[in-house]
C-alpha cells in the first residue's frame, strides 16, 4: 500500500485544476489536442469531473480535474482524493495551485488507502509527487497514524480481539521506546480497576488495561485515554441484530489514541505522553456483569448496572480516574461511545464535550484547517442528576431516552476532577459509505485536528518554535 509520495520532481503527467466556466480562457496553458479531448469528452470542469488529455502517441500527457469554486458552500477540501481512484497507476503532479495543496495531497495519500488482510486488492496506485513547498514527510507520518488506526478498526474481532490490540499497542511503545505497563485479568482487581474487570470478565480474553509513558519527564503532561471494546454484543442486554453488525469498531477510540500517539512520538512533540487504554470483549456468559449488579469504582464512587450495552462509560471510568490522579495538564478520551451521537451529529462529525472554553475554540479553528471536522456539544448540568443511583452513587444510564450523548458525557466527567483541561470525544470511527479520501470502514476521527493542535501548542524537540 503506498502511504508513499512518488519520488523525483516535475516528471509526473501534470494535473491542471480548473473550475466550470474558464475553460476556455485557459486553453493556450494546456497541450495541444486539449480542446478536442474537451469536447469529445464533453468535459465541463464541473466538480470532481476529470479528463485524461492523450498525446499524439495516445499516451496521456495531462490531466485536467474540476474543483468546486472556493466559496461554494459544500466544497470538500479532501475532493482530490477521488483522482486516485480515477486514475491509472503511474506518477502525476499537480501543474498547479489547488485551492488547499496540502490537504490535496493530503487526500491522495488517504484515498490510498486499502485494506489487505483478507482479500486482495487493486496494488498499483497512482502516485503523486509532492507538490512544491509541502513537508512530504509530515503528511505521510500523518496518513501512517491514520492507516494504522483504520487497519485497527477494519480487522474483525476474531483477529483483533483484547489479546491482539494490547499486541498492537506494546508493539507501537516499543517502537518510540516508551514505559509500558499492562495490568490484566484478576489484577485489575489488585490494582483497584473493578469496572474494567467487571465489564471484561466475560470475554475469553481477559480483559486488561494498557499504559504507555513516553516523553520528557518534566514536559507537559498531556493523556490519552481510548474505549478498547474489541466486540460489544450488548452483554446481557444483548444488541439486536442490526446494532450489532460493526461493533468490532467498538475499540475505535483506542485506535484513535494510538493513532494520535504514534504521530506525537514520531514528530517528537514536546510533551510527556500517557496512553490508557482499557481493553475489553462486552462478551454473553455465565460470568457476565449484569442489569442490576453495583460494583465500586476506582474513584470509589458505586456504580449501579442498568444496562450492560452502556458497558464503554464504565471502563473509561475507571482508566479517566486513574488518568487524574497525577492531574494532567489536558486529559483526553476518545470512545465509541453512544448512537445517540450519530443521531444528533450523523457520522462524520463527531461531538466533543469540555468545560474548557478557549481549548473548544481552538479545537474548531484546527478541525477546519486540517479538514478533520468535529462540533462541540455541552456538559448541561441539569441532566447530571438524571445519574444519580437510588440505591447506589451513580447509575450507568440516565433512564429515558433523551440527550444520550451528553448523558454518557456527563457520566465521564463524574470521574475526572484534578486534569487541568479534560476533553471527550465520542467518535463513530466508520465511513458509512465512501467519500473521496474516505473509503468505507474504518476511520480515524478527530485525531488529525488534535495533532496539528497539539504540534503547534507544544512544539516538538528540537524546534525553535
Ligand atoms: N458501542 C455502543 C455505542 C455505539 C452504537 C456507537 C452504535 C456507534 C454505533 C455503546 O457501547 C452502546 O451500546 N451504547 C448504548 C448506550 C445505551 C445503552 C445507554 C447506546 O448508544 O445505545
Ligand atoms: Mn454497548
Ligand atoms: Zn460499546
Given at each position: 500500500?503506498?502511504?508513499?509520495?512518488?519520488?523525483?520532481?516535475?516528471?509526473?503527467?501534470?494535473?491542471?485544476?480548473?473550475?466550470?466556466?474558464?475553460?476556455?480562457?485557459?486553453?493556450?496553458?494546456?497541450?495541444?489536442?486539449?480542446?478536442?479531448?474537451?469536447?469529445?469528452?464533453?468535459?465541463?470542469?464541473?466538480?470532481?469531473?476529470?479528463?485524461?488529455?492523450?498525446?499524439?502517441?495516445?499516451?496521456?500527457?495531462?490531466?485536467?480535474?474540476?474543483?468546486?469554486?472556493?466559496?461554494?458552500?459544500?466544497?470538500?477540501?479532501?475532493?482530490?482524493?477521488?483522482?486516485?481512484?480515477?486514475?491509472?497507476?503511474?506518477?502525476?503532479?499537480?501543474?498547479?495551485?489547488?485551492?488547499?495543496?496540502?490537504?490535496?495531497?493530503?487526500?491522495?495519500?488517504?484515498?490510498?488507502?486499502?485494506?489487505?488482510?483478507?482479500?486482495?486488492?487493486?496494488?498499483?496506485?497512482?502516485?503523486?509527487?509532492?507538490?512544491?513547498?509541502?513537508?512530504?514527510?509530515?503528511?505521510?507520518?500523518?496518513?501512517?497514524?491514520?492507516?494504522?488506526a483504520?487497519?485497527l478498526?477494519?480487522?474483525?474481532?476474531?483477529?483483533?480481539?483484547p489479546?491482539?490490540l494490547e499486541a498492537a499497542a506494546v508493539q507501537l511503545a516499543n517502537?518510540y521506546?516508551a514505559k509500558l505497563e499492562v495490568i490484566r485479568g484478576?489484577a485489575l482487581l489488585a490494582q483497584n480497576l473493578p469496572l474494567i474487570h467487571a465489564v471484561g470478565?466475560?470475554?475469553?480474553?481477559e480483559p486488561r488495561l494498557v499504559d504507555f509513558i513516553w516523553g520528557?519527564e518534566?514536559a507537559p503532561k498531556v493523556t490519552l485515554v481510548g474505549k478498547g471494546v474489541c466486540?460489544?454484543?450488548?452483554?446481557?442486554?444483548?444488541?439486536?441484530?442490526?446494532?450489532?453488525?460493526?461493533?468490532?469498531?467498538d475499540m475505535g477510540g483506542a485506535a484513535s489514541a494510538l493513532a494520535l500517539a504514534s504521530m506525537l512520538m514520531?514528530?517528537?512533540?514536546?510533551i510527556r505522553l500517557r496512553v490508557l487504554l482499557p481493553i475489553v470483549?462486552?462478551?454473553?456468559?455465565?460470568?457476565?456483569?449484569?442489569?442490576?449488579?453495583?460494583?465500586?469504582s476506582r474513584k470509589?464512587?458505586?456504580?449501579?448496572?442498568?444496562?450492560?450495552?452502556?458497558e464503554g462509560r464504565l471502563i473509561l471510568a475507571d482508566a479517566l480516574a486513574l488518568a487524574d490522579e497525577e492531574a494532567p495538564q489536558l486529559l483526553i478520551d476518545f470512545a465509541t461511545l453512544?448512537?445517540?451521537?450519530?443521531?444528533?451529529?450523523?457520522?462524520?462529525?463527531?461531538?466533543?464535550?469540555?468545560?474548557?472554553?478557549?481549548?473548544?475554540?481552538?479545537?474548531?479553528?484546527?478541525?477546519?484547517?486540517?479538514?478533520?471536522?468535529?462540533?462541540?456539544?455541552?456538559?448541561?448540568?441539569?441532566?447530571?442528576?438524571?445519574?444519580?443511583?437510588?440505591?447506589?452513587?451513580?447509575?450507568?444510564?440516565?433512564?429515558?431516552?433523551?440527550?444520550?450523548?451528553?448523558?454518557?458525557?456527563?457520566f465521564l466527567r463524574r470521574f475526572v476532577e484534578k486534569a487541568k483541561s479534560y476533553v471527550h470525544f465520542?467518535l463513530?470511527?466508520?465511513?458509512?459509505?465512501?467519500?473521496?479520501?474516505?473509503?468505507?470502514?474504518?476511520?480515524?476521527?478527530s485525531v488529525?485536528?488534535l495533532?496539528?493542535?497539539l504540534?503547534?501548542?507544544?512544539?516538538?524537540?528540537?524546534?525553535?518554535?
Amino acid at each position: 500500500m503506498p502511504i508513499h509520495f512518488a519520488k523525483g520532481q516535475d516528471a509526473g503527467v501534470p494535473i491542471w485544476f480548473v473550475e466550470a466556466g474558464e475553460l476556455d480562457a485557459r486553453l493556450p496553458q494546456w497541450p495541444q489536442g486539449t480542446a478536442a479531448a474537451i469536447q469529445m469528452a464533453q468535459f465541463a470542469g464541473k466538480a470532481g469531473e476529470t479528463l485524461m488529455v492523450p498525446g499524439p502517441d495516445g499516451r496521456m500527457v495531462a490531466v485536467l480535474f474540476g474543483l468546486e469554486a472556493p466559496q461554494a458552500r459544500n466544497r470538500d477540501p479532501f475532493l482530490v482524493g477521488k483522482l486516485v481512484t480515477t486514475l491509472p497507476a503511474g506518477v502525476y503532479r499537480f501543474a498547479n495551485a489547488s485551492h488547499d495543496d496540502r490537504l490535496a495531497a493530503l487526500a491522495w495519500l488517504l484515498a490510498s488507502y486499502r485494506f489487505t488482510r483478507y482479500k486482495a486488492q487493486r496494488a498499483e496506485l497512482p502516485q503523486l509527487e509532492v507538490p512544491r513547498g509541502l513537508d512530504g514527510a509530515q503528511l505521510e507520518e500523518i496518513a501512517a497514524g491514520v492507516f494504522l488506526a483504520r487497519d485497527l478498526i477494519n480487522t474483525p474481532a476474531n483477529d483483533m480481539g483484547p489479546v491482539a490490540l494490547e499486541a498492537a499497542a506494546v508493539q507501537l511503545a516499543n517502537k518510540y521506546q516508551a514505559k509500558l505497563e499492562v495490568i490484566r485479568g484478576k489484577a485489575l482487581l489488585a490494582q483497584n480497576l473493578p469496572l474494567i474487570h467487571a465489564v471484561g470478565r466475560a470475554g475469553a480474553q481477559e480483559p486488561r488495561l494498557v499504559d504507555f509513558i513516553w516523553g520528557r519527564e518534566d514536559a507537559p503532561k498531556v493523556t490519552l485515554v481510548g474505549k478498547g471494546v474489541c466486540f460489544d454484543t450488548g452483554g446481557l442486554n444483548i444488541k439486536p441484530d442490526a446494532g450489532m453488525l460493526i461493533m468490532k469498531k467498538d475499540m475505535g477510540g483506542a485506535a484513535s489514541a494510538l493513532a494520535l500517539a504514534s504521530m506525537l512520538m514520531q514528530a517528537g512533540c514536546d510533551i510527556r505522553l500517557r496512553v490508557l487504554l482499557p481493553i475489553v470483549e462486552n462478551a454473553i456468559s455465565s460470568d457476565a456483569f449484569r442489569p442490576g449488579d453495583i460494583y465500586p469504582s476506582r474513584k470509589g464512587l458505586s456504580v449501579e448496572i442498568g444496562n450492560t450495552d452502556a458497558e464503554g462509560r464504565l471502563i473509561l471510568a475507571d482508566a479517566l480516574a486513574l488518568a487524574d490522579e497525577e492531574a494532567p495538564q489536558l486529559l483526553i478520551d476518545f470512545a465509541t461511545l453512544t448512537g445517540a451521537a450519530r443521531v444528533a451529529l450523523g457520522p462524520d462529525l463527531p461531538p466533543f464535550y469540555t468545560m474548557d472554553d478557549s481549548l473548544a475554540a481552538q479545537m474548531a479553528q484546527f478541525a477546519i484547517a486540517v479538514n478533520d471536522p468535529v462540533w462541540r456539544m455541552p456538559l448541561w448540568e441539569p441532566y447530571d442528576r438524571l445519574l444519580d443511583g437510588k440505591i447506589s452513587d451513580l447509575n450507568n444510564i440516565s433512564g429515558g431516552p433523551f440527550a444520550g450523548s451528553i448523558t454518557a458525557a456527563l457520566f465521564l466527567r463524574r470521574f475526572v476532577e484534578k486534569a487541568k483541561s479534560y476533553v471527550h470525544f465520542d467518535l463513530y470511527g466508520w465511513t458509512p459509505s465512501a467519500r473521496p479520501a474516505r473509503p468505507e470502514g474504518g476511520e480515524c476521527q478527530s485525531v488529525r485536528m488534535l495533532y496539528a493542535l497539539l504540534l503547534a501548542k507544544y512544539g516538538a524537540k528540537g524546534q525553535i518554535a
